[in-house]
Every structure is written in C-alpha cells, then in structure tokens.
C-alpha cells in the first residue's frame, strides 16, 4: 500500500542539483520514530538503497552517492528530504521514499532523469 508521497524530480543536466521531499500521504503518520531511507530503481534493475536517516539523525549513504547527496529530516514538518548535488547521467532512476519503524512504509516514486 502506498502511504507516502514523493515530490521534487524532473529533468536536470549533468552537475546539476535537485531536492527530493517525503511526506505521509494525507499525514497518516508522524515520521519521527521511523527509518526514513531513500531507495532508486531503474527498469530491470533491482531497487538499490541510496540513503537512510535514523530517528537520531544518523546516516548512511551508498558509496555511489557520498560527498553528493545529503539525506535529512524534519520531524515537525514530517518530512524527509534528499538534496542531490553534482547529479550525474548514471543517477537517472525512480526514487522511492521508505519509511521502517514496527510498520514499513512505501512511496510510489518520482522520476529524476539527468541528462544534457
């Protein structure tokens, strides 16, 4: 079940930057006791996580991200952000926002494509 809403993708050129959001859907939730973690997935590939932010503010990042994306959260906005700098071709994905506390949560996904 989707129970989350992505926002923020689109079309940018290489080295460019973006600024995904991820909210509950409807405000179902309050994000604050959750894993928030950003996966991305491009067709016929399995969904990779790129991100994760714990209810202490801890991250982690893949390796293919470090030094370029930054995830955050804000807890009274309940929302999650994952700000993408210095965005390069191999980026281009589906981006799903995923929330994990006693309930997993998913989002339906927003398209970041970069190219020139």
């Known amino acids: 079940q989707v129970r989350l809403v992505e926002s923020g993708g689109g079309l940018v050129q290489p080295g460019g930057s973006l600024t995904l959001s991820c909210t509950p859907k409807e405000s179902a939730f309050s994000i604050s006791d959750y894993v928030m973690r950003w996966y991305r997935q491009t067709p016929g590939k399995q969904r990779d996580l790129v991100a994760q932010?714990?209810?202490?503010?801890?991250?982690e990042y893949a390796d293919s991200v470090k030094g370029r994306f930054t995830i955050s959260r804000a807890n009274a906005a309940n929302t999650v952000y994952l700000q993408m700098n210095n965005l390069k071709p191999e980026d281009t994905a589906v981006y799903y926002c995923?929330?994990?506390?006693?309930?997993?949560?998913w989002g339906q996904g927003t398209q970041v494509t970069v190219s020139s």
């Open positions: 995923n929330a994990l506390y006693f309930a997993e949560y």
């Open positions: 932010i714990t209810a202490g503010f801890t991250t």
